[in-house]
């Protein structure tokens, strides 16, 4: 599966964005799919994931409360609605994808990546 993620940009702490993943290629309804981020000079880290069915998902600790991670299969797409946005949350969203039923946190367990937006929030 092929992914793409758009929707970053520049907002000022305390504002919203939210952030589509598309998919092409196959059907993302058989993939547990998750957001990490990269800010410059740090490591990945995991964002949030949503099961194949959405009925389950995981935030990580820095974005829980404040952003959620949907999907809709019918349109082959993911969201990360972000809230309550924060200078630390400035980075590099990724999309990525994988098969199995478990909402791991581990981005070496995503085999399929999109090549990520841009989220800068200014204070």
């Known amino acids: 599966v092929q992914l793409q993620a758009f929707g970053g940009g520049l907002v000022q702490a305390g504002g919203s964005l939210r952030l589509s993943c598309a998919a092409s290629?196959?059907?993302?309804?058989?993939?547990?799919m998750g957001w990490f981020r990269q800010a410059p000079g740090k490591e990945r880290e995991f964002v949030a994931a949503?099961?194949?069915?959405?009925?389950?998902?995981y935030n990580g600790d820095s974005v829980k409360g404040r952003f959620t991670i949907s999907r809709d299969d019918t349109k082959n797409t993911v969201y990360l609605a972000m809230n309550s946005l924060k200078p630390e949350d400035t980075a590099v969203y990724y999309c990525?994808?994988?098969?199995?039923?478990?909402?791991?946190?581990?981005?070496?367990?995503?085999?399929?990546w999109g090549q990520g937006t841009l989220v800068t929030v200014s204070s």
């Open positions: 990525a994808a994988r098969l199995g039923e478990a909402l791991t946190t581990d981005y070496k367990n995503f085999g399929s």
């Open positions: 949503i099961n194949w069915s959405g009925a389950r998902t």
């Open positions: 290629g196959r059907t993302i309804s058989i993939y547990v």
